[in-house]
Every structure is written in structure tokens, then in C-alpha cells.
T-cell receptor, first 109, second 115 residues
């Protein structure tokens, strides 16, 4: 039973536009939510996180939004760049880590 | 260079032959963890360790063993591998306290095939 779900396996956007990646979770005990980025043949790399007591965290082009009532979080990338093309994993901690299945983002020049 | 290393990177073995995948980090991290990645399932946590001599089961611990005798090493042991353990395995580590617990550094992965 997956506690963290990414329902969109892929997303394609134009360079310069906004990319919005979505994630839903079922466990209200999660205390931290994270996004990781993965390129082929490499391990995931940490991108951004948010505590369960916050609703927004921003780091440069990346912003994560948390809606606890809807058990939903999203990652916004503005503006999107071709180098952002990768698989993005949403994760949640309690403190074991649970990952979603990933969304493959393609940013077209 | 700060890093998590895994060995071997690729391994093909046969059912029932015991194997160990090593994981080492040079960042003095307290938290270490093992994951497996399978198509359509993302990463699933096998075991994690909050500190030396402290280990906990993740979501898919069956068929695996771990030990944490020293801070820098966290080997994954498959006593009797089976074909359903064919997967891509990642080791990760983090500082292990507060927000830093969750910012994990991942190794490059070990692709295991069990025939």
C-alpha cells in the first residue's frame, strides 16, 4: 500500500514555462516532505524539503507547497530549463522514508 | 570529496548464493539507509540506521540483513538471494538530526541480477 503517490508518470513543458509536479500522501503522521531529482545512472539528489508545520518553502527557482488538509504537495519550477529534465521523486518521512513512483519531467528547448 | 560509495556497482549471481553489497560514507553521517528501486514503484526503504548498532526495518526488509558496527559502513546482506530481489539498490546517508535527517546523500547504485 503506497503511502506516497505520484499519479503522473511524465510531464513535458516548454523551456521558460512553469513545471508543476504533484504528490499525494495518506499518512498524516509524516513530519517532513522532500523532493529528489534523479538523472539516469546516478543516485537521487536532494532538491528541497518542507516541514509539516509549514505550507511553503522556496529555494531559487524551486518552490514546494504543502496542503495538509488535502494531503497534497507540489513542486513548482519557474522558469523551467532543459537541465531540469530528470525524474523527480516525492518523499515523506516519519522518520522512515517513503517515496513516490516518480515523475519524468522533460523540458523542451 | 564527500561521497557515498557502493560496491559492487553491478552484480549477477545465482539463487541462494549469499552476497554482500557494501556501503561507505566519508561525511561522518549518523543516518544510513538502503533502498531498492523497481519500475513503477519508486524507491522503497529496506532498512535504516539512526546510529551505530541501531537499525530499523523499512517497508521491504524481508530477505535482507544489515549491520552497523561502525559509523561509516552499512553493508546490505542477502543470505539467500532470490530472483524477486533483482533490482537497483541505493545506499544513502544524512546527518541524522532535525531537518538534516531528511537531506540524504545517495550512492551511485548497485544493479543486482539474481538468476
Amino acid at each position: 500500500d503506497q503511502q506516497v503517490k505520484q499519479n503522473s508518470p511524465s510531464l513535458s513543458v516548454q523551456e521558460g514555462r512553469i513545471s508543476i509536479l504533484n504528490c499525494d500522501y495518506t499518512n498524516s503522521m509524516f513530519d517532513y516532505f522532500l523532493w529528489y531529482k534523479k538523472y539516469p545512472a546516478e543516485g537521487p539528489t536532494f532538491l528541497i524539503s518542507i516541514s509539516s508545520i509549514k505550507d511553503k518553502n522556496e529555494d531559487g527557482r524551486f518552490t514546494v507547497f504543502l496542503n495538509k488538509s488535502a494531503k497534497h504537495l507540489s513542486l513548482h519550477i519557474v522558469p523551467s530549463q532543459p537541465g531540469d529534465s530528470a525524474v523527480y521523486f516525492c518523499a515523506a518521512s516519519d522518520p522512515g522514508m517513503r517515496f513516490g513512483a516518480g515523475t519524468r519531467l522533460t523540458v523542451k528547448p | 570529496e564527500a561521497q557515498v560509495t557502493q560496491n559492487p556497482r553491478y552484480l549477477i549471481t545465482v539463487t541462494g548464493k549469499k552476497l554482500t553489497v557494501t556501503c561507505s560514507q566519508n561525511m561522518n553521517h549518523e543516518y544510513m539507509s538502503w533502498y531498492r528501486q523497481d519500475p513503477g514503484l519508486g524507491l522503497r526503504q529496506i532498512y535504516y540506521s539512526m546510529n551505530v548498532e541501531v537499525t530499523d526495518k523499512g517497508d521491504v526488509p524481508e530477505g535482507y540483513k544489515v549491520s552497523r558496527k561502525e559509523k561509516r559502513n552499512f553493508p546490505l546482506i542477502l543470505e539467500s538471494p532470490s530472483p524477486n530481489q533483482t533490482s537497483l539498490y541505493f545506499c544513502a546517508s544524512s546527518l541524522g538530526s532535525g531537518r538534516a535527517l531528511h537531506e540524504q546523500y545517495f550512492g551511485p547504485g548497485t544493479r543486482l541480477t539474481v538468476t
